[in-house]
């Protein structure tokens, strides 16, 4: 991986063989990001994602492996219990132009993967909501 910033944006450049949940983690822990909005494209070789079921409470994951065209991968990043959190989805097309896709659990990137960063000033913390099942957006006192 390699990224510039740019003020409030990090244009980061993932590599063949990089897994795009480690490097978000890594430019975001490097950058000390507490709170920002992800976007992307590229290709990948093998992509794991899930789908939630509100009933179940549970995810139910598929996982693919071939050539991969990312078609969407967008998501944010915030913290829970003041340390990194990652919420991410992505849709991938095959070579037939099949789409898949859902809540990103692994990714590894095939050729490249273009993301976009940009941090948002302030912080969303994320808290269990044991209704849904889910970590969701807890705002935190403004200061």
């Given at each position: ?25 890594a430019a ?107 970590n969701l ?7």
């Amino acid at each position: 991986m390699e990224y510039r910033r740019f003020k409030d944006t990090l244009v980061v450049r993932i590599d063949r063989g990089e897994e795009i949940l480690e490097q978000v983690k890594a430019a975001a822990e490097k950058e000390n990001i507490r709170l920002a909005a992800v976007e992307a494209l590229g290709a990948v070789s093998e992509a794991t994602v899930g789908i939630y079921n509100v009933a179940t409470k549970q995810y139910h994951s598929n996982h693919f492996e071939g050539q991969f065209e990312i078609v969407s991968l967008t998501g944010t990043v915030s913290t829970m219990d003041g340390a990194f959190y990652q919420h991410l989805h992505m849709s991938f097309a095959d070579g037939n132009g099949r789409v898949h896709g859902g809540h990103l659990n692994r990714a590894v990137v095939s050729a490249t993967c273009e993301m976009v960063i940009r941090v948002i000033d302030g912080e969303v913390d994320r808290a269990r909501n044991e209704e849904i099942g889910l970590n969701l957006f807890r705002f935190l006192p403004e200061e």
